[in-house]
């Protein structure tokens, strides 16, 4: 089995920083996809942040700027700096991993994080 552990969130002022990490752990042959999304109170879930394979990142409108998405390949690790915080950043932050087991011929299969919570005061 496969297992996603998220860290880092909490309670911070506008315009502070945190760092959120999630880490894989488990039957992993391969990780393709990592990404962060979030949700906020009475709002769908919602993309924030991606890193495949090679590198390449796509990020939100939203936090353009000031959240910056970047990888371990040997943790299987993703992390999510997240600078000048927003009240409207607040929610609960997810990791998403696009993984193929050791048991999978091909394909990958999706598996999420617990979710941490991220609030921001003003």
């Known amino acids: 089995q496969v297992q996603l552990v998220e860290s880092g969130g909490g309670l911070v002022q506008a315009g502070e920083s945190l760092r959120l990490s999630c880490a894989a752990s488990?039957?992993?042959?391969?990780?393709?996809?990592m990404a962060w999304y979030r949700q906020a109170p009475g709002k769908q879930r919602e993309f924030v942040a991606n890193?495949?394979?090679?590198?390449?990142?796509n990020y939100a409108d939203s936090v353009k700027g000031r959240f910056t998405i970047s990888r371990d390949y040997a943790k299987n690790t993703v992390s999510l700096q997240m600078n000048s915080l927003k009240p409207e950043d607040t929610a609960v932050y997810y990791c998403?991993?696009?993984?193929?087991?050791?048991?999978?011929?091909?394909?990958?299969?999706?598996?999420w994080g617990q979710g941490t919570q991220v609030t921001v005061s003003s």
């Open positions: 890193i495949i394979s090679g590198g390449s990142t």
């Open positions: 488990g039957s992993i042959f391969s990780i393709n996809d």
């Open positions: 998403n991993f696009q993984i193929r087991t050791q048991t999978m011929v091909m394909g990958y299969a999706t598996y």
